[in-house]
């Protein structure tokens, strides 16, 4: 490999590096030291599908899986996406049919409900894109404390990256938030989250 390609795939790294999200990995204990404590986290919202509004509260009879993320994230949101993928693939069809999954995107100038909704069905037909003004996502955000930041990077690929924390938000059918489970959750322990609540 010469000089140029080396240099080349190194300039691509990096554009990538910067691209690749901050996770702030935390789990139930960790919203201690937040302005909120973990029990008034959460609560219903209204969002965009492809579909149309879908709120929260459509879902009343179902354990809610939740994943705040966007479509141009590199690595972090595609592999969640498949833990989530796999763990409703574990679950029996009883119940699969009791059990919503989420991607809310946190770019919404970028991913449009058309697009996230061939982004979703990708992974699995239970799981359903939602978006909104930024104000709104905004606002889901400060309920559920995640956490976005968007970042100014040099890239022919994009103009900006976005930070933000990677998180499973666990959602009961009386629509209170259950869990927060980290990033590093595996499809077992998130299909074990989700039986136990059925």
Known sequence: MNRV?????????????????????TSRDDFANKAKPF????????LNSNDGEVSLSDFSDKV??????????????????????SALNRLEPAQLQQTQALLVSVDPARDTPEK???????FHQGL????????????????????????????VTADYGVEHS????????????????????TPNELMTQIGELL
Not at 39 to 46: P, W
Not at 130 to 153: C, H, M, P, S, W
Not at 172 to 185: E, N, P, Y
């Open 5 to 25: 390609a080396r240099l080349s795939l190194i300039s691509i790294a990096l554009a990538a590096l910067a691209i690749v999200v901050l996770f702030v990995l």
């Open 64 to 85: 809610v899986v939740m994943y705040f993320g966007f479509l141009t994230c590199p690595e972090v949101c595609p592999n969640s996406m498949g833990v989530i993928r």
């Open 39 to 46: 029990s008034e986290l959460g609560g219903d919202f209204t």
């Open 166 to 185: 990677s998180r499973y938000y666990i959602i009961g059918k009386d629509g209170k938030l259950v869990a927060a489970m980290r990033h590093s959750t």
């Open 116 to 122: 996230l909704a061939e982004y979703t069905q990708f």
């Open 128 to 155: 359903v894109g939602l978006t909104g003004t930024k104000e709104q996502i905004d606002a889901v955000t400060r309920q559920y404390g995640a956490y976005y930041n968007f970042t100014e990077i040099e890239s």
